[in-house]
């Protein structure tokens, strides 16, 4: 149980690109799911909170028109990298918060496999 | 930033060793959680201790927490070649809206 899914695992593309990353919460109700970039031997920044039917909160310094997040059900949210650029080369990972509390506290995460993302 | 750190940064001991991994923190916390990541994986949820718990187990897995020295350890106990990865405390501050601050993780070799 507590499953996150993403896909795609790994995306190419060339730069001036966008890419569409979604995460799902396979067997549980996520009204709440993160987003997380890690850089290589580095740990997981927040990029920002996606809120099911809502807009999504951005962390400090990202920038909301290049990283577009929509969460339009309770157990999918997306991240488009608009415009990609070779510095948005990255490992993208995703979380999703246990709303129903079937597997946890309602406190607990759950991660996705995380997204390679390299830009050409 | 309110990013915790850990240390040691790295740390390499022979299996059936024991590994301790220690987190620092800044602010006032609900939860700490500890997650470890294979190399280029997502990641794993391992355990979560409340701010008003001091010491839990799981299984080979034992995690303190002394919110006066704003700190908390995390030890396997006989290590196996298997728990090599990174291993991250995360905290769940105080008033911040289930968000986890990630510290700067532990990467854990265990030699066969």
């Known amino acids: 149980g507590a499953v996150v899914s993403q896909h795609p695992s790994w995306v190419i593309c060339k730069s001036g690109t966008s890419v569409k990353i979604e995460c799902r919460s396979l067997?549980?109700?996520?009204?709440?799911m993160f987003w997380y970039r890690q850089f290589p031997k580095q740990s997981l920044m927040l990029m920002a909170t996606s809120n099911e039917g809502s807009k999504a909160t951005y962390e400090q310094g990202v920038e909301k028109d290049k990283f577009l997040i929509n969460h339009a059900s309770l157990t999918l949210s997306t991240l488009t990298v608009t415009s990609a650029h070779p510095e948005d080369s990255s490992f993208y990972i995703c979380?999703?918060?246990?709303?129903?509390?079937?597997?946890?506290?309602?406190?607990?995460?759950?991660f996705g496999p995380g997204t390679r993302l390299t830009v050409l | 930033s309110q990013q915790g750190e850990e240390d040691p940064q790295a740390l390499s001991i022979q299996e059936g060793e024991n590994a301790t991994m220690n987190c620092s923190y800044k602010t006032s916390i609900n939860n700490l959680q500890w997650y470890r990541q294979n190399s280029g994986r997502g990641l794993v949820h391992l355990i979560l201790i409340r701010s008003n718990e001091r010491e839990k187990h799981s299984g080979r897995l034992r995690v303190t927490l002394d919110t006066s020295k704003k700190s908390s350890s995390l030890l396997i106990t006989a290590s196996r070649a298997a728990d090599t990865a990174s291993y991250f405390c995360a905290t769940m501050i105080t008033g911040g809206g289930n968000k986890l601050t990630f510290g700067t993780g532990t990467q854990l070799k265990v030699e066969l």
């Open positions: 067997d549980f109700q996520a009204t709440t």
């Open positions: 979380s999703a918060r246990d709303s129903s509390g079937v597997f946890s506290a309602t406190d607990t995460q759950y």
